[in-house]
């Protein structure tokens, strides 16, 4: 790009990528592993031949349906004007910061946290600052409140479940967080369905808080990665503000037909997240054995330490058919949790590399 007049602030960056390998156990980029049911893929077959037929029309602009669908899906008394959609969650979040970030203002995140905040708050012109978390990446109320009012951002990122850790935060500390800023607090809650049992979402702190936004996605437990369709919650006028800066007709009918029917079928595509949690639970009990550190996780994934060459046990364990994530911090790695084989290949291979110690 050396010839071309890119803007200032992208030179020398690097685009997000993870490793798309063919390999016989793909565990590095918090997919879910279990196949869709037979009969919503022969529902969402028949939904999207049927709308096919309309497509030489523009798709709803506004996603009335979708939105109404996702709204009596999260419940909480949350009402169509306070749902937004998008092609992702990464979308929303962009259009987020199109709306409340920019030139002139910046947005907060508690590093390490998910690597697309930084990425996106770029691409629209929004410096990203990087707050701190504890040593076990622990986030209080008073330290995330210490740190907003040192910074004082325009956008402030509380990502929970956190990625790459795993760990939940309290509603303390995102009301805390709220206290302490005049901008835009953004709970990015992509892994909440995994949460263990009593873990509170930030869809409870909405009434009354005008500038919490909350987000989530169908690429997780939904098991519908390549869909793409994540979606916000929040006041109504955050919507109108959103309104202002997406595309037109950015959602296309096949992607909101799809996940309509999706929702239809939430209950049997939900099924899936027990198992998901039952091995990420066995991951975290197994590990210990072979002198490794598990963070217990929230999410369908579990970060682990305990290496002196991270590098290289991951150059290792794809050695051996295992792909999982190295997430660039020195001594750790993230491992997606996936069917009970696919867990059982991944410990298999832990365990060839490091004999158990007990």
Same mark, same amino acid.
């Given at each position: =790009?050396?010839?071309?007049?890119?803007?200032?602030?992208?030179?020398?960056?690097?685009?997000?990528? $993870?490793?798309?390998?063919?390999?016989?156990?793909?565990?590095?980029?918090? !997919?879910?592993?279990?196949?869709?049911?037979?009969?919503?893929? $022969?529902?969402?077959?028949?939904?999207?031949?049927?709308?096919?037929?309309?497509?030489?029309?523009?798709?709803?602009?506004?996603?009335?349906?979708?939105?109404?669908?996702?709204?009596?899906?999260?419940?909480?008394?949350?009402?169509?004007?306070? +749902?937004?959609?998008?092609?992702?969650?990464?979308?929303?979040?962009?259009?987020?910061?199109?709306?409340?970030?920019?030139?002139?203002?910046? #947005?907060?995140?508690?590093?390490?946290?998910?690597?697309?905040?930084? %990425?996106?708050?770029?691409? &629209?012109?929004? $410096?990203?600052?990087?707050?701190?978390?504890?040593?076990?990446?622990?986030?209080?109320? #008073?330290?995330?409140?210490?740190?907003?009012?040192?910074?004082?951002?325009?956008?402030?990122? *509380?990502?929970?479940?956190?990625?790459?850790?795993?760990?939940?935060?309290?509603?303390?500390?995102? #009301?805390?967080?709220?206290?302490?800023?005049?901008?835009?607090? %953004?709970?990015? !809650?992509?892994?909440?369905?995994?949460?263990?049992?009593? &873990?509170?979402?930030?869809? &409870?702190?909405?009434?009354?808080?005008?500038?919490?936004?909350?987000?989530?996605?169908?690429?997780?437990?939904? /098991?519908?990665?390549?869909?793409?369709?994540?979606?916000?919650?929040?006041?109504?006028?955050?919507?109108?503000?959103?309104?202002? @800066?997406?595309?037109?007709?950015?959602?296309?009918?096949?992607?909101?037909?799809?996940?309509? @029917?999706?929702?239809?079928?939430?209950?049997?595509?939900?099924?899936?997240?027990?198992?998901?949690?039952?091995?990420?639970?066995?991951?975290?009990?197994? *590990?210990?054995?072979?002198?490794?550190?598990?963070?217990?996780?929230?999410?369908?994934?579990?970060?682990? /330490?305990? =290496?002196?060459?991270? &590098?290289?046990?991951?150059?290792?364990? +794809? !050695?051996? /058919?295992?792909?999982?994530?190295?997430? /660039?911090?020195?001594?750790?790695?993230?491992?997606?949790?996936?069917?009970?084989? !696919?867990?059982?290949?991944?410990?298999?291979?832990?365990?060839?590399?490091?004999?158990?110690?007990?």
């Amino acid at each position: =790009m050396t010839g071309l007049p890119v803007r200032p602030d992208l030179r020398g960056a690097t685009p997000y990528g $993870a490793p798309q390998l063919d390999v016989a156990v793909r565990l590095n980029t918090n !997919e879910n592993s279990h196949p869709l049911p037979a009969e919503l893929v $022969a529902a969402i077959a028949a939904a999207v031949g049927t709308a096919a037929a309309g497509l030489n029309r523009y798709p709803d602009r506004e996603a009335v349906a979708l939105r109404t669908d996702l709204a009596g899906y999260l419940g909480h008394g949350l009402r169509v004007e306070q +749902l937004w959609a998008a092609n992702g969650s990464n979308e929303v979040i962009q259009q987020l910061l199109q709306a409340f970030g920019g030139p002139g203002r910046s #947005a907060l995140g508690f590093t390490p946290t998910y690597s697309m905040h930084p %990425i996106i708050s770029a691409g &629209t012109g929004t $410096a990203f600052v990087d707050g701190r978390r504890e040593a076990d990446f622990a986030l209080t109320a #008073a330290h995330a409140a210490d740190q907003i009012r040192r910074h004082e951002p325009d956008v402030l990122f *509380l990502c929970s479940p956190n990625n790459p850790t795993g760990t939940a935060l309290g509603l303390d500390v995102i #009301a805390a967080a709220y206290d302490a800023t005049g901008g835009m607090v %953004i709970v990015d !809650e992509a892994y909440a369905e995994f949460a263990r049992s009593g &873990t509170p979402s930030a869809l &409870t702190l909405l009434p009354g808080r005008p500038r919490l936004v909350v987000t989530r996605t169908m690429s997780k437990a939904f /098991g519908m990665a390549g869909l793409r369709l994540g979606y916000l919650a929040g006041d109504p006028a955050v919507v109108d503000a959103v309104r202002l @800066v997406r595309l037109p007709y950015h959602l296309s009918t096949l992607t909101q037909v799809s996940a309509r @029917v999706a929702l239809t079928h939430a209950p049997a595509l939900l099924e899936t997240v027990a198992a998901v949690k039952a091995q990420r639970d066995r991951i975290v009990v197994a *590990l210990p054995a072979y002198g490794l550190t598990p963070v217990p996780s929230d999410a369908n994934f579990v970060l682990f /330490g305990g =290496m002196d060459d991270s &590098t290289r046990m991951w150059h290792e364990l +794809l !050695e051996r /058919g295992v792909l999982i994530r190295d997430v /660039g911090l020195p001594g750790w790695l993230r491992v997606t949790v996936g069917t009970e084989p !696919e867990t059982s290949a991944f410990l298999s291979a832990v365990s060839e590399l490091r004999p158990p110690t007990r």
